[in-house]
């Protein structure tokens, strides 16, 4: 069988198949609101990656690990200090942390 | 013995009294069902009738109160939408009220000539059972699990039945049927209905293993 079916799950590994975080917009406003706001000038970045390690349920360091980084890089991404050009390879393609974040209007930002 | 949700809840739990901003989110996605389940039962005792979107934003609401809580919480007793259903219940109110229908003052006006309730007027049982529930865990828990094995209509049977027996009449289904409308036949096989079902769920489900102790179920 190929593809073309989807009957190995290659639809769901697909890039079409990733989720946008748009699901994630409206939550990720109302939660950091109640969330001490991160120290950095980048917040909608921190909200988004606060808002992604979370539904995925992993500590900062199995994120790291998961992502292949080191745990200070997900303590910079969800301290406001990476500025979303500079969001690493493997976030940046496999996770909607971008694109949830470009979408995020936080005051402070 | 733990099984592996419950774990999960001690973790996420944890990690919200640690202040992890992002267990707010996990709480959120991985105990939605139970959220929603608590949420729904909470309008359903208002008569509110909420949309998905409704049910989204009150879950979110109610993880905030969670993760409030959460250095509180006790792992031993109740899940926390349980043990704080009082904060369900505000989070809840809240929202219904935010949408509630403006007050027609002409009528509003009038209700008041005499709002003073006639003689031998009772309010509703399960309206009873409703104010009972916030202030008793042990009826808040019968309500619930009632609530998971039968329609509106047999949760009113059900609980009219225990009332009427309570109050020492001897044929309580015969009331029942007749304040109801329905044959006394009825009243008895659905009461008996229910009753064996939560007998079950106290059997099966450990939460509700105290229910088992309780006359109306055993």
Same mark, same amino acid.
């Given at each position: 069988m190929t593809g073309a079916t989807g009957g190995d799950g290659s639809r769901g590994r697909? &890039?079409?198949?990733?989720?946008?975080?748009a699901h994630l917009v409206g939550p990720t406003r109302r939660l950091s609101l109640v969330l001490? &706001?991160? &120290?950095?000038?980048?917040r909608a970045m921190a909200a988004a990656a606060i808002a992604i390690r979370g539904t995925q349920g992993r500590s900062q360091a199995a994120f790291a690990l998961a992502y292949g980084l080191d745990i200070a890089d997900v303590v910079a991404l969800e301290g406001g200090d990476v500025p979303p050009d500079q969001l690493s390879a493997p976030l940046r393609v496999l996770t909607p942390m971008g694109h949830l974040a470009s979408k995020l209007q936080l005051s402070g930002d | 013995m733990e099984s592996k949700r419950e774990t999960a809840l001690i973790e996420v739990m944890a990690q919200l009294a640690a202040q992890d901003g992002a267990a707010l989110y996990t709480l959120r996605e991985r105990f939605r069902p139970e959220l929603a389940r608590a949420v729904l039962a909470l309008a359903r005792t208002r008569g509110a009738r909420l949309s998905a979107d409704d049910v989204d934003e009150l879950i979110t609401d109610v993880v905030i109160e969670l993760a409030r809580l959460a250095p509180a919480?006790? &792992?031993?007793?109740?899940p926390p939408w349980v043990w704080a259903r009082h904060r369900v219940a505000s989070a809840v109110d809240r929202h219904i009220g935010q949408w509630?229908?403006? %007050?027609d003052e002409e009528k509003h006006a009038a209700s008041l000539v005499d709002s003073r309730p006639a003689p031998g007027t009772e309010a509703p049982t399960l309206e009873v059972l409703a104010g009972l529930a916030l202030h008793h865990p042990d009826v808040a828990l019968l309500r619930e699990a009632v609530a998971r094995v039968a329609s509106d209509r047999d949760q009113l049977i059900f609980f009219e039945t225990a009332v009427q027996a309570s109050l020492g009449d001897h044929s309580p289904a015969v009331t029942v049927a007749e304040l109801l409308g329905i044959r006394p036949e009825a009243v008895r096989q659905q009461h008996r209905r229910v009753r064996l079902r939560v007998q079950h769920l106290a059997a099966t489900v450990p939460r509700f293993a105290? %229910?088992?102790?309780l006359p109306v179920v055993a």
């Open positions: 697909h &890039p079409s198949a990733r989720s946008s975080g001490s &706001p991160a &120290p950095g000038p980048y | 919480w006790d &792992p031993r007793g109740a509630a229908r403006p %007050l105290m %229910l088992a102790a």
